[in-house]
C-alpha cells in the first residue's frame, strides 16, 4: 500500500469513526459524546487535508 493511500485511510477512518460516534450521542442524548465525537471527525478531515491533499 503506498504512503498516500495509508494515510488517506487513517484519515478516512478517523471522520467514519467521529461522524459514527456523533450519531450515536445524539441518538442516546449525550451533546458532549456526540460534540466530542464531530471534534474527532474535524480532526479527521484536517489530518486528510495536511497530509493527503497538500502532500506533494
Known amino acids: 500500500m503506498s504512503r498516500n493511500r495509508y494515510k488517506a485511510s487513517i484519515g ?10 456523533a450519531g450515536w450521542g445524539v441518538m442516546g442524548n449525550d451533546q458532549l459524546f456526540a460534540a466530542l465525537g464531530l471534534g474527532y471527525a474535524a480532526i479527521g478531515l ?5 497530509e493527503v491533499c497538500t502532500a506533494e
Request: proline share 0%.
Open 46 to 50: 484536517g489530518y486528510l487535508w495536511t
Open 12 to 21: 478516512t477512518t478517523m471522520v467514519l469513526l467521529g461522524l459514527a460516534q
